[in-house]
Every structure is written in structure tokens, then in C-alpha cells.
């Protein structure tokens, strides 16, 4: 799996789009990209994956760049409840295989 | 929408003593996992299984674990004889592992918080 780097923290101001940027330089063609995220100690939640083409769902939209070294996540209107640690990572298939978290984006965001 | 479930939410138990941890993974799904978080550490994978054998395995993973899947419905974390250092949170997942490409996203239970004296 393609190694991932993330920022450790970011802030956003409820309300507004939180952008929560990944590079994975080193990714292969066959590589995913998804996004997860942790609230408090819960379970990781699922939130959006994506090859090369933009995807976007009721949660958030997801933004390769052509080469795919790099990816954005969006979250368009975010609320005290997106505060969360978001997870990029890199994978082959993300249903038959181990996931590998890193120590991910603390997301908080303001009132 | 279906989730994953686990019980119990808080599970304390004596040093050596073994522990089950259940889990309920979504229905139709084909791959169920077992994660773990030590308190302010990654999470890191445990284990996976798919028709009734493990596929992959961590080094974490060793012979004091055992999953099973004992019906149709639910699929369990064994620790034989527990250690301070198995005191942690407990992810189970799962997936529908269908199809060629087998992309499809896990989804995790809220954990089950294990407590070693």
C-alpha cells in the first residue's frame, strides 16, 4: 500500500468547507484512495473512496488530482460533529485486505 | 441503514483469564475483520477472515488469538490467557467483499473496550 502523509491538526469554522488535504505520492494505478474517520474512540467511520475520478456523496466529496499524487477531502458545511480524526490511506482493495491507518488529521472544528 | 455491532461495550476481566468479544457483522457481508487501538496509539489490524478461514494476520495475532465464526450470524475474538498489554479498544468490521475488483469499504463497530487487571 501507498504510504499517505496527512497535517496532524487543522481547524475550520462551523459553517464553513473543511479541505483535508493527503499526498500519496507513491501510489500504483490500482491503488484506492479512502477516507475514514474517528470520533472520539468510536469505531472508524467510512466515508468516501475513490480511483481517479472525483466522487462525492452525502457525506463529502473527494478530489484526486490527475496525476493522483495527491487528494483532497471536503467537507462542505462542517458542524461541531465533523471534530474527528480523518484517515487517508492507500490501498489495492479496501474489502479483502488489511486497512492501515496512520496517525491521520485531527479535524476540529470552531463555533 | 445496517450497522455492525459488538458486545459487551466494556469488558473487565483478571490477567489470564480468556475473553470473548462478539461481534455482529452486516448481513450479506463476506469479510469481517478484528482491529485493535491501544488508548492514544493507531489503530492497527488484527486479523482478517473470509469463508471460514483466516486470510491475512497480523504479527499482533499470535497463537493466545483465535476468531471463529460460530453461525451464520456472529463472528468472535478469542484471547486465550489475557495480559495488562491486551487492555484496549476492539474494533470488529466488515465487507461485502463482492465482486472482482473488491473495493468495497469496510465498516467498523463502535468497539468494545477491554480491561485487563
Known amino acids: 500500500d501507498a504510504k499517505t502523509t496527512q497535517p496532524p491538526s487543522m481547524d475550520c469554522a462551523e459553517g464553513r468547507a473543511a479541505n483535508l488535504p493527503c499526498n500519496h505520492s507513491t501510489i500504483s494505478g490500482n491503488e484506492y484512495v479512502y477516507w475514514y474517520r474517528q470520533i472520539h474512540s468510536q469505531g472508524p467511520q467510512y466515508i468516501i473512496h475513490?480511483?481517479?475520478n472525483n466522487e462525492t456523496n452525502e457525506m463529502a466529496s473527494l478530489i484526486i488530482t490527475e496525476d493522483r499524487k495527491s487528494s483532497t477531502l471536503i467537507l462542505p458545511h462542517a458542524t461541531l460533529r465533523d471534530t474527528a480524526v480523518y484517515y487517508c490511506i492507500a490501498t489495492v482493495s479496501g474489502s479483502a485486505r488489511q486497512l492501515t491507518f496512520g496517525s491521520g488529521t485531527q479535524l476540529t472544528v470552531l463555533p | 441503514e445496517p450497522e455492525v455491532t459488538q458486545t459487551p461495550s466494556h469488558q473487565v476481566t483478571q490477567m489470564g483469564q480468556e475473553v470473548i468479544l462478539r461481534c455482529v457483522p452486516i448481513?450479506?457481508?463476506?469479510?469481517f475483520y478484528w482491529y485493535r487501538q491501544i488508548l492514544g496509539q493507531k489503530v492497527e489490524f488484527l486479523v482478517s477472515f473470509y469463508n471460514n478461514e483466516i486470510s491475512e494476520k497480523s504479527e499482533i495475532f499470535d497463537d493466545q488469538f483465535s476468531v471463529e465464526r460460530p453461525d451464520g450470524s456472529n463472528f468472535t475474538l478469542k484471547i486465550r490467557s489475557t495480559k495488562l498489554e491486551d487492555s484496549a479498544m476492539y474494533f470488529c468490521?466488515?465487507?461485502?467483499?463482492?465482486?472482482?475488483?473488491?473495493?468495497?469499504?469496510?465498516?467498523f463497530g463502535d468497539g468494545t473496550r477491554l480491561s485487563i487487571l
Open positions: 468490521a466488515s465487507s461485502e467483499g463482492q465482486g472482482f475488483t473488491l473495493h468495497d469499504p469496510q465498516h
Open positions: 475513490g480511483l481517479k
Open positions: 448481513s450479506n457481508h463476506l469479510y
